[in-house]
């Protein structure tokens, strides 16, 4: 059984930061892609940042430069630093890791919400 755990987010004002954590656990075999979505009210999920296949990161173009994903293999965990935070940055930010536990599969995590006001 795997189980992807989201922490973090909160209420910040603009130009503020959070920092989110993600944790994936259980019959892991390996972690191919692991990063961050958010999905704001009214809009489609989107991808925020990852971690590739190929190990690379990629970022929407709205939060490069701001937005920092990290990750630790060791404890099959990633990081999101957000500094300089919008009011456009409010969602609900969940985690994703595309993994092998007898097959390959998307595991979620839970989501956590974060909010920025102006």
């Known amino acids: 059984q795997v189980h992807v755990v989201n922490f973090g987010g909160g209420l910040v004002q603009a130009g503020g930061s959070l920092r989110l954590s993600c944790a994936a656990s259980g019959s892991i075999f390996t972690i191919n892609a692991m990063g961050w979505y958010r999905q704001a009210p009214g809009k489609q999920r989107e991808l925020v940042a990852e971690?590739?296949?190929?190990?690379?990161?990629n970022y929407a173009d709205s939060v490069k430069g701001r937005f920092t994903i990290s990750r630790d293999n060791a404890k099959n965990t990633v990081y999101l630093q957000m500094n300089s935070l919008k009011p456009e940055d409010t969602g609900r930010y969940s985690c994703k890791a595309h993994l092998w536990a007898g097959t390959w599969h998307d595991y979620w995590g839970q989501g956590t919400q974060v909010t920025v006001s102006s």
């Open positions: 971690f590739t296949s190929g190990g690379s990161t």
